[in-house]
């Protein structure tokens, strides 16, 4: 009895129900607007708007933390940790033709599931000091965290491009409506800079997806499907697999971002709201990644193995190049954003050695860059709040003022170095050792970035919390509040943990990495014994 | 087939040519006083056609007429759309016309002749059942464009659409003449069946003459001048109307006048038909940028998007007509829904066009500002919107007939064309408010544009594979 009970509650669709449960909240708030008390002139007045903002922000924080918990309760109820397939499958009719609703996640896939609802409750207490707006702002993060569960889950290449497209909408308004002041000129036309950052954005990510959708088009064709294990398991022709790897890298290479494309995401990092910069380090780039791992590793086994080399030479560029790049920013979040770009360099490079020190350190360097990058963002974001500049020469000595502060951010850097005892170190380690495997000297070099992150994280903290206060404006500067210490308590908790003891977390990879690489090495195998 | 079987076959035509004209002949007796009265009658005539339309579909299909005309599963799909989106027409215009000072009887019974005529067009199966086609519908269009007389601007515009409609007419009919000379006749099948084997070198040029006559119907560049004058020129509620009924109208006569005659000769128009589609994407991507005049800018857009369905004609076969009418009917949604948020663009003291308006419709009109966010993605093809759909399947089409190339290009150019419904959606949300609009809650309008919102997202994104299903049905029934 309690057999069936518990058959029929795992058999339900539960990745659905987390996946939609976010907008179900933005529904709420939208109608909670719509419902407003106006005036005869249709105007709503401010007492009204503030108790609509308070449920705003409260109705947020409800969904977005019972998405945590719905995941939390997937993950302990019915995932099953030593099973290296799709779990929780679900699928429904849809187009037909071979496209169906299809969802499920593997080990791949569900630590990302968990650190997108982790991060989001976190986003909306980030989002104290905005006050413009906020019914929207608080919708379209719940739609963004729909879309990106959606992305994590989905199980049909169609499904999956929809999320992963989709989320450019949100992130776009993101960006734009709440994102700094400032203007840029642009071919003599003045304009804010945070429009300049959303279309830039916008246009750059989706110029990378259309061509991975003629692609999917192609092998749909092939393939009479758009199932992923199907399409996983189906041997594409080298020839074909070269063009196909090719359009899947302009969308994920993007996206992650790689050297040379990754010139949106500083632009996009600085305009965008502090919660905005969270959500865009911590899970928007690791589509890319995952992207990398769900489809070009296996479909596309072949074109991969023989792309490798280039991706390590597009990956040593983006550590040592964007690394040196960091060392001469004068605005924080800028030098975060190209430390961001120089982290997920080791992440490609890790990933497409093919081995399993290589991938699990992609993916742990992922976990870890979700918590210790989305971390930096709201250390900056708590100084952008108290004096409103992000100009590193308008700091120094914050440590006589912000001692607490000052450790979070210690913690932090450290973590972004690579200290031994942070999950920084861990992923870096664990890529190198793959990379090194393969070829020396890609380790060799990678080595280097982590020299030079230290070099430009240590100026970053000296510049900023050493030295004398002589700033009149940092005299009268106020520690971390609570919301702000618990936030980042969370962050620093999940950190340390795992770079002390990361075998939980790559217990949960190891199953499906293993046949990840065995399929991949097979498909190697194939073509090296045809004559 | 005895005559009152062939009669039987043709009442929705019938209902329109005889409602019509009994509403021109009602509306001279009563005057202008009944042009609302009018309107209602002509949308119950239009909405009774289409019930008849799909009584009457589901069987095989039947040729009238000795083979000019076709009932089958394509016409009745595509007459569903025309007659439902001229209905939209109407619907949409009442309130503009009286503004204007232009309720003028005539409007909605010109509207239904062209209805007529589009009819024909998407049942003919002959060279000259298709040209009688065109050209009631045109008749018709020409008076709609000019129907501001008082207007330069209106004038102008129906002046320049008689003039180049009159040449396109004529490259039809060029080709038209050519390619019976060569085959002997003007009856699809039977062109179908001389034309079998290698290809005439008559035959070609006329084929030629006939792409380029129904290209012009159908605004694909490089015969597309005339659209975005027009389209600026005419009252906008007439504008509405070009975007949507006549495009369909058109791309589905295109479709039928090249499947059906020339099934053998793929080879030698799928270029064309290629060249046309590239040309069409380039020209609408490229040119609707520099636009401040919404109008305007829907022109170009249309233009690119007619470019985006000849990707799906340009493959040829079975699938590739089936993704043009999925993309047409989506295409047809967004435009209506497009168009009616355009005409909600109402201040007092009259109408604006200006793109620079729209400036913060966000913090003025909520409501407003995101059915036209959601049109706008939909229109630059972003997915989750239904507009993405539209894409994928011409692009599968053409991946299909082995042109990869035609849908990397096309998938290029959606990402420049991306860029100008981008600039809408950013000035209405980034930039600070320009006056507001007038707020029309629960008008007919508000609800036309609230409503094709919600088909483009998230109705038709659920109920996409029974759409699928009919429009390959529907193509299905060509070859």
């Known amino acids: 009895m309690n057999d069936m009970i518990a058959e029929s509650l795992a058999s339900q669709p539960w990745l659905s129900l987390l996946t939609f449960l976010p907008v179900i909240g933005a529904f709420g708030i939208a109608l909670r607007q719509m419902l407003a008390k106006r005036d005869a002139k249709g105007e709503i007045a401010a007492d009204e708007q503030a108790q609509i903002d308070t449920v705003a922000r409260n109705v947020a924080m409800l969904f977005t933390l019972g998405a945590f918990a719905v995941s939390v309760f997937i993950y302990v109820a019915f995932y099953d940790s030593s099973f290296a397939g799709y779990q929780l499958v679900e699928e429904a009719t849809w187009l037909g033709g071979g496209v169906s609703y299809k969802m499920g996640v593997d080990g791949i896939s569900i630590l990302f599931v968990l650190l997108t609802t982790f991060i989001m409750p976190i986003c909306i207490a980030a989002s104290k000091s905005i006050e413009k707006r906020i019914p929207e702002y608080m919708i379209a993060f719940l739609i963004m965290e729909t879309l990106i569960l959606g992305v994590f889950c989905a199980l049909d290449l169609i499904v999956f491009y929809l999320f992963f497209e989709g989320s450019l909408i949100p992130m776009f308004l993101i960006i734009g409506v709440w994102g700094s002041k400032g203007t840029k000129a642009l071919g003599g036309v003045e304009m804010p800079s ?7 954005f916008f246009l750059y990510t989706f110029l990378g997806s259309v061509l991975m959708l003629v692609a999917i088009v192609w092998m749909w064709r092939f393939a009479g499907t758009t199932d992923i294990p199907t399409l996983q398991a189906t041997a594409f022709p080298a020839g074909a697999q070269k063009w196909l790897w090719l359009a899947f890298f302009a969308s994920f290479a993007v996206k992650m971002p790689m050297w040379p494309v990754h010139t949106w995401l500083p632009d996009a990092h600085v305009q965008a709201p502090t919660a905005g910069s969270v959500i865009l380090a911590a899970i928007l780039l690791k589509m890319g990644g995952y992207g990398f791992l769900r489809f070009s590793l296996p479909m596309f086994p072949i074109a991969s193995a023989d792309f490798a080399p280039f991706i390590y030479a597009l990956s040593i560029v983006a550590i040592v190049y964007t690394s040196l790049v960091a060392l001469a920013q004068e ?6 954003a190209y430390s961001s770009v120089a ?14 020190q290589g991938i699990e350190g992609g993916l742990f360097q992922m976990l870890s860059h979700g918590f210790i990058s989305g971390a930096l963002f709201l250390c900056v974001g708590v100084l952008y709040d108290r004096i409103h500049t992000r100009e590193i020469s308008a700091y120094g000595g914050l440590v006589h003022r912000m001692p607490f502060y000052a450790f979070l951010f210690l913690f932090f850097t450290m973590g972004n170095v690579g200290l031994p005892g942070v999950s ?12 090194f495997k393969v070829n020396s000297w890609i380790a060799f070099f990678a080595a280097i970035g982590v020299i030079l992150s230290a070099a430009y994280a240590l100026r970053l903290y000296r510049q900023v919390m050493y030295g004398d206060l002589t700033k009149t404006k940092l005299l009268a500067i106020a520690d971390v509040d609570a919301r702000e210490g618990a936030m980042l308590f969370a962050l620093l908790a999940f950190a340390l943990v795992l770079g002390v003891y990361p075998k939980p977390a790559l217990d949960v990879f190891a199953p499906s990495v293993d046949l990840l690489i065995s399929n991949f090495s097979a498909a190697l195998a194939s073509v090296a014994g045809a004559p | 087939m005895s005559f009152s079987e062939t009669l039987f076959w043709t009442i929705p035509e019938l209902v329109l040519a005889v409602g019509g004209m009994a509403l021109l002949i009602a509306g001279v007796f009563l005057g202008d006083r009944s042009s609302r009265l009018i309107s209602t009658l002509s949308i119950c005539l239009l909405l009774a056609a289409l019930l008849v339309v799909v009584a009457l579909q589901g069987g095989p299909a039947q040729n009238l007429f000795g083979g000019s005309f076709r009932i089958d599963a394509y016409s009745s799909f595509m007459k569903v759309l025309v007659l439902a989106s001229a209905a939209f027409a109407i619907l949409m215009s009442d309130k503009y016309l009286a503004g204007e000072q232009l309720g003028r009887f005539e409007y909605p019974v010109l509207i239904v002749l062209a209805a007529l005529g589009m009819s024909l067009m998407v049942s003919a199966n002959d060279l000259i059942a298709l040209y009688m086609g065109v050209e009631t519908q045109s008749l018709a269009l020409y008076i709609l464009a000019a129907f501001n007389r008082d207007s330069r601007r209106s004038t102008e515009a129906g002046l320049k659409y008689f003039v180049l409609g009159a040449l396109s007419s004529c490259l039809l009919l060029y080709g038209a003449s050519l390619v019976y000379g060569f085959t002997g006749t003007t009856q699809f099948d039977a062109i179908a069946r001389a034309v079998s084997g290698e290809a005439n070198i008559g035959v070609v040029i006329g084929l030629v003459f006939l792409i380029s006559g129904l290209a ?16 600026e020129g005419a009252p906008t509620p007439v504008t509405a109307f070009f975007a949507a009924a006549p495009k369909l109208a058109a791309m589905a ?38 636009q401040s005049n919404i109008k305007r800018l829907m022109a170009y857009s249309s233009i690119g998007h007619m470019g ?19 993309y047409m009917t989506i295409y047809v949604v967004m435009t209506i829904g497009a168009f009616a948020c355009i005409l909600l663009m109402r201040r007092r003291g009259g109408m604006t066009e200006a793109i620079d308006d729209l400036s913060g419709l966000t913090k003025t009109n909520m409501g407003l500002a995101l059915i036209l966010s959601i049109l706008l993605f939909s229109l630059a ?39 100008y419904y981008l600039r809408i959606i950013w000035l209405m949300w980034f930039n600070e408010p320009a006056p507001a609009f007038e707020r029309e809650v629960g008008s007919r309008l508000g609800l036309t544009a609230a409503g094709s919102a919600a088909l483009v997202f998230p109705i038709m994104l659920i109920f996409m594979g029974p759409l699928i299903a009919a429009a390959r049905a529907a193509a299905a029934s060509l070859f």
């Open chain 1, 331 to 336: 605005d924080m979040k800028k030098l975060i």
């Open chain 2, 253 to 290: 006569m295109f479709a039928r006048a090249l499947v059906t005659p020339f099934p053998e000769i793929v080879a030698d128009w799928r270029p064309i038909i290629a060249v046309l589609s590239v040309a069409s994407m380039a020209v609408g991507a490229f040119s609707a940028i520099a």
């Open chain 1, 194 to 200: 945070r429009v300049y950052a959303a279309v830039k």
């Open chain 2, 381 to 419: 093809g972003v997915p989750p919107t239904v507009g993405f759909f539209g894409k994928l399947f011409v692009f599968q089409a053409a991946v299909d007939a082995g042109l990869v190339w035609l849908a990397i290009v096309g998938a290029v150019l959606s990402v420049v064309s991306a860029f």
């Open chain 1, 343 to 356: 982290h997920m360099g080791f992440v490609t490079m890790g990933i497409f050695t093919g081995t399993k």
């Open chain 1, 424 to 435: 920084g170190f861990i992923g870096e380690f664990l890529t190198m050792a793959g990379a």
């Open chain 2, 216 to 231: 012009f119907k159908v605004s694909a560049a490089p015969f597309h001048m005339w659209a975005p004058d027009v389209y």
């Open chain 2, 308 to 326: 985006f369905a000849l990707i799906g004609l340009a493959a040829g076969d079975e699938r590739g007509v089936g993704s043009v009418l999925i």
